[in-house]
């Protein structure tokens, strides 16, 4: 089993449409929680922080299961500019743990 | 501008031959790290060095080596003892020397082996 996967897509929406990604990590110690965003041939950037209490910030919404072990990444109102791949990454055993990633192509 | 560059962008070596990434950042972090991304994989770690002048091996290390001379900078030298060196390579920096922490990506470098 890998220790954060994935469904690695690709997910192709409309514009305008509420896309949901999800994220399994099989540490249950694991301490620190983040999405980043990776586009085509470019470095991935930091999008958001995942907090337990889940957080919000824009059309961006994440939360953090620990029961579970499970972080998830809402995205609003579809833009075509949200198209690129989203990393699901986990701090655990001293180090941070990079999902493959999942692929979203919002068409217009 | 504060930031992290790497070069060159793009790299093309000979089988058998040694080459160097270069790796700087004027953040004042503690904390640099080296990534290789191969397609539709994750990030896997090759080096992190948390302080000047310590270094350690991430999962991947066989056929690479670092350096930690400044603050500043991290270069990699992929070696020919490397078996498949062709892959996107990734240096990232932290403020501090929690490997759990934020990290922050340089442009990356595309290696290719002819």
């Known amino acids: 089993r890998k220790e954060v996967e994935q469904d690695p897509g690709p997910f192709n929406v409309p514009e305008g449409a509420t896309v949901a990604f999800n994220c399994t990590y099989s540490n249950s110690a694991s301490q620190s929680f983040f999405w980043y965003r990776q586009d085509c041939r470019k470095e991935p950037k930091l999008l958001m922080s995942v907090y337990s209490s889940g957080n919000e910030d824009g059309r961006f919404t994440a939360q953090l299961n620990r029961a579970s072990q499970y972080i998830s990444l809402l995205i609003r109102d579809s833009k075509l500019s949200d198209s690129a791949t989203y990393l699901c990454v986990v701090g655990s055993t001293g180090k941070l743990i990079f999902g493959q990633g999942t692929t979203l192509q919002v068409k217009p | 501008d504060g930031g992290i560059t790497q070069s060159p962008k793009y790299l093309f070596r000979k089988e058998g031959q040694n080459v160097t990434l270069s790796c700087e950042q004027n953040l004042n972090h503690d904390a640099m790290y080296w990534y290789r991304q191969d397609p539709g994989q994750g990030l896997r770690l090759i080096y992190y060095s948390q302080i000047v002048n310590d270094f350690q091996k991430g999962d991947i290390a066989e056929g690479y080596s670092v350096s930690r001379e400044k603050k500043e900078s991290f270069p990699l030298t992929v070696t020919s003892a490397q078996k498949n060196p062709t892959a996107f390579y990734l240096c990232?920096?932290?403020?501090?020397?929690?490997?759990?922490?934020?990290?922050?990506f340089g442009p990356g470098t595309r290696l290719t082996v002819l």
């Open positions: 990232a920096s932290s403020p501090r020397d929690r490997s759990t922490d934020t990290q922050y």
